[in-house]
């Protein structure tokens, strides 16, 4: 059994493989664009980067969409970043719709509330370590509450069923940047890259039993 | 709150990290993958690797150190040095780089900012602004190392990269790199208010006031140095404590 990381041609994938590996144990992780060996993996991570019109358009010329939906429904699946957007109806970048596991909508920051409390204004794309005010999951096993974790986005989730929150960052506005639902876990950050608490995180999902 | 990064940069040749004063001046400062790992465990929020290497046959020595970094670091990995084409980007983006920085080639064509940000996000995109004071208030980017004069107005040219899709922007001072008599604040600030996107400031940091002056008159997103932590006079973990200290939200 292995842990699939979907390749659909958008970005960088040897981070998330290489930091799933750090934790992953005896478990092989693949990065793979096949649908069968999604459809075989025990675990699936679902990255993204980029803009989420280019990750929509790739996943369907690649034929993974299908693959991903299944994979949604019966087996232990992380989103990560424009992976997470994705899960959603639709994004305001490039007027695009998602697909739509979760209600909601995907925004950017908007501009007029982008001041912090100390009357400063704030840079867009929010980039950087930024704490995460967690809502009781398994996933957060080991790690403290407001822990910071990695961002690069201009883009968040909005409008969506407060039962799926697992985790609020705060930047100008307060936003759900993790989300869970049965065998779902899905974040804007990037563990594979937030250090220590990042590579729990992961281990905690390669343990995952949903 | 947003926590404000501490950035060590390493600046790498032929497979080493080296350092210098003005961009010349070369002192060896060890194997860059050891010096990633241990700012790693220091708690730097990113790290930088500037492929300083003139020729281009050693070009792809680069490539391999980033694939070995991405095994080992598992923080924010941003490349620069030579990048002339969105292929360049992308084949440092595979290899494992977060960001990739480009300086003279956006220069020549600022066209490569809009492919390049366009084909991979405007957040893997870092624009490289070496600035050197002209005229009180003024000054001009540089390219080349900088050797050449571009006439370009530092401002301006920030603004247009901003706007061509860039999603940061990496500024050090000519005047004052390498010279420990701290960052260029009014260079720093004049920047970071006239664009949208997260600056980093460089060039110049001698001792951790300055990187706290960075950050609150520079009023800088990020403060970037070198040859404070690559010889040991500081580690990543006092210069945040200290910040921390001086009321700045840093990731302790």
């Not at chain 1, 809502?135 to 690069?152: E, K, N, Q, T």
């Not at chain 2, 956006?106 to 957040?123: C, I």
């Amino acid at each position: 059994m292995s842990i699939a990381v979907i390749d659909y041609g958008m970005g960088n994938l040897r981070s998330v493989s290489k930091a799933l590996e750090h934790v992953s144990g005896s478990t092989p992780v693949v990065v793979t664009a096949d649908p069968a060996v999604v459809a075989a993996a025990e675990r699936v991570v679902f990255p993204g980067q980029g803009a989420m019109p280019d990750c929509m358009r790739e996943l369907e010329a690649r034929g993974l969409r299908a693959a991903v939906v299944q994979a949604a429904k019966d087996k232990p699946f992380l989103g990560i970043c424009v992976g997470e957007q994705m899960l959603f109806e639709c994004s305001e970048e490039g007027d695009v719709p998602g697909l739509g596991v979760f209600s909601g909508v995907v925004k950017r920051f908007p501009d007029d509330k982008m001041i912090d409390a100390r009357g400063e204004r704030l840079k867009v794309p929010h980039m950087g370590w930024n704490e995460v005010a967690q809502r009781p999951h398994a996933l957060w096993a080991g790690i403290a509450d407001r822990s910071r974790f990695y961002f690069v986005h201009s883009y968040c989730v909005q409008h969506i069923d407060p039962a799926l929150t697992t985790g609020v960052c705060d930047y100008g506005i307060p936003f759900t940047c993790a989300v869970g639902r049965d065998n779902i876990f899905a974040v804007q950050f990037h563990p594979e890259k937030s250090a220590r608490d990042g590579l729990q995180l992961l281990k905690n999902f390669v343990e995952w039993r949903p | 709150m947003l926590a404000k990064r501490i950035i060590p940069c390493l600046d790498v040749t032929a497979g080493r990290v080296v350092k210098g004063t003005n961009f010349v001046d070369l002192r060896d400062a060890g194997d860059p993958i050891e010096i990633a790992r241990r700012y790693d465990e220091q708690g730097a929020d990113e790290v930088t690797f500037l492929d300083i290497t003139a020729s281009s046959d050693q070009r792809d020595i680069i490539l391999h150190i980033v694939e070995a970094c991405a095994e080992q670091v598992f923080i924010p990995l941003t490349v620069g040095g030579g990048v002339r084409k969105v292929e360049d980007v992308r084949r440092l983006l595979n290899a494992g780089a977060d960001k990739v920085s480009m300086n003279t080639a956006a220069v020549q064509n600022p066209d490569l900012v809009f492919d390049a940000s366009s084909k991979v996000g405007s957040q893997c995109i870092v624009v490289a602004i070496d600035a050197k004071q002209v005229a009180p208030g003024k000054w001009h980017v540089f390219t080349h190392g900088g050797r050449n004069d571009t006439g370009l107005d530092t401002i301006e040219w920030a603004k247009k990269v901003a706007a061509l899709g860039a999603g940061e922007i990496l500024l050090t001072s000519m005047d004052r790199d390498g010279t420990k008599n701290g960052f260029d604040l009014a260079l720093t600030r004049a920047v970071s208010d006239a664009v949208k996107i997260p600056v980093i400031a460089s060039g110049g940091v001698g001792n951790l006031q300055h990187l706290a002056d960075g950050v609150s008159e520079g009023r800088a997103d990020a403060v970037l140095a070198a040859s404070i932590f690559h010889f040991g006079e500081y580690t990543v973990r006092q210069a945040k404590e200290y910040m921390a200290s001086r009321g700045i939200e840093v990731r302790l």
